[in-house]
């Protein structure tokens, strides 16, 4: 590693001990920085790496709720502002018992270069809890929200931070959150929170869109190598928002979905998830928030609980991670690999290690990192803010054709990236060096204090 990109990452360290995910981030991205740093000697001399490892502002504030007891607890809630050079600070809030500072850290500082890589005018955030919303009744989760309200409203608005739902945050989530704004402010601000149902605010095809965006960069992987999802076998992980609509788009698109999982284990369906077997997921998942064990049960598949192995062992042409962060370690990677996988897209937020990433790289495997990826999401919720502030709204055919279109370009521009750095098809430099560029142009252009 370059010295002066190493003397960055291990400030990182020595500043923010024990945040292991969020320097495995900025590690992976600096690395992958070094042809940009070397090729425009500004970003050095404007102290660029040093002020874009920072984040510009963390609020941290304790949650206090009451429970169907009556008994009061006490969650901790977080907003990291990580950096607004060329938008507001746009991104999830994420409720789940493994939310630390150091956990959002990583996450807002990956949305930063995805944000950019959507080429819309929003900055990275990102936010959460440590509460849990699974097995809480819906009084719980209103009570929780509305708590989490209080503190954060003063802290965001349509032109200074837009957050959005994440993992454990949903409809009823985002529903509770901006009905507690509106009661608290007076305001019918409905930028102020993306991810909202349609009929007060959101967007079509806001809940599909990650799911739907991460198929469709893959496609266009596929496509430099002559080939198409049609026929392909594909793993998918996880069975919640991104998991379910990113198995949707493969069945419109051609591919058989194999398999799903959550936390407890994984199904193996090799007859496919069908549009019916879909709908029951959804249902499963949605409404009755089961277990995906269920669906082996209803459905007489094989059923492998998570200590027993991962759905990675499984011979498939495309693999779409979308459960969470280092789902997929080196011997999965491997076993991937040597399964013939063509294609890997990143559903999820950072879900391979950087050894597996290697090994995906170095074995000539389509890799789409989840900054390019999954961008999908935050792209439609920013076409969210722009129909929010027009008053108007499009239709799904409308938002559809965009999110395709701007998943296409974020494709092309990492892989125009990527083949001018000598590394062509290498998407983790393509997308970190364009989505770097953009953010340390405008915060050159804006002067030391940004």
């Known amino acids: 590693m370059d010295k002066y990109i190493e003397s960055v990452y291990n400030q990182v360290v020595e500043k923010d001990p024990g945040q292991d995910v969020f320097h495995q981030a900025v590690l992976e991205v600096l690395e992958s920085l070094e042809p940009a740093i070397k090729k425009y000697p500004k970003y050095k001399e404007n102290s660029i790496l040093e002020r874009i490892v920072e984040p510009e502002r963390i609020i941290q504030f304790r949650i206090p709720w ?37 956990v959002l850290k990583f996450l807002g ?9 959507t080429t819309l005018p929003m900055g990275g955030g990102k936010g959460g809890s440590d509460f849990d919303p699974k097995g809480k009744t819906d009084a719980e989760v209103e009570n929780f929200c509305e708590s989490l309200m209080f503190e954060l409203y003063r802290h965001i608005g349509q032109f200074i931070d837009v957050p959005a739902g994440d993992i454990g945050v949903g409809a009823r989530e985002i529903g509770y959150l901006y009905g507690a704004y509106r009661k608290i402010t007076n305001n019918h601000g409905t930028c102020v929170l993306t ?32 080939e198409d999802l049609k026929g392909k076998k594909a793993v998918v992980s996880g069975s919640g928002n991104v998991a379910q609509y990113a198995t949707e788009k493969c069945i ?4 058989k979905v194999i398999a799903l999982s959550d936390s407890s284990g994984w199904i193996h369906d090799s007859d496919g998830i069908d549009e019916e077997k879909l709908a029951w997921v959804m249902d499963l998942k949605n409404v009755r928030r089961g277990r995906i064990k269920e669906y082996a049960e209803h459905f007489k598949v094989d059923y492998t609980e998570t200590k027993d192995g991962s759905p990675w062992s499984l011979k ?26 063509l294609a890997v897209g990143e559903g999820a937020n950072m879900p391979t290690v950087p050894e597996g990433v290697e090994i995906f790289l170095e074995s000539g495997v389509l890799f789409g990192p989840g900054k390019a990826a999954n961008a999908g999401g935050v792209s ?22 965009k999110l395709h279109q701007i998943m296409q370009n974020i494709h092309a521009n990492a892989y125009k990236t990527s083949e001018l750095f000598g590394m062509k098809g290498n998407y983790v430099v393509g997308a970190n060096i364009a989505g770097f560029v953009k953010v340390a142009d405008a915060m050159i252009d804006q002067g030391h204090r940004i």
């Open 66 to 102: 009451k429970d169907r007891d009556g008994k009061i607890q006490v969650n901790r809630g977080y907003r990291v502002q990580f950096n607004s050079a060329i938008g507001p600070y746009k991104g999830g809030l994420r409720f789940h018992p493994t939310v630390t500072q150091g």
């Open 109 to 117: 500082f990956e949305q930063v270069f995805k944000n950019s890589l």
């Open 195 to 226: 991810g909202k149902s349609a009929g007060w605010g959101g967007s079509l095809i806001r809940p599909e869109a990650t799911g739907y965006g991460c198929v469709y960069f893959v496609q266009e992987m596929l496509k430099t190598r002559g």
């Open 252 to 255: 419109q698109l051609g591919a």
């Open 316 to 341: 498939c042409d495309i693999a779409l991670p979308s459960a969470t962060q280092n789902e997929v370690d080196a011997k999965e990677a491997k076993m991937l690999v040597d399964n013939g996988v």
């Open 380 to 401: 439609v919720s920013g076409l969210e803010m722009a129909q929010n502030s027009q008053r108007f709204f499009w239709t799904r055919e409308e938002v559809d054709a």
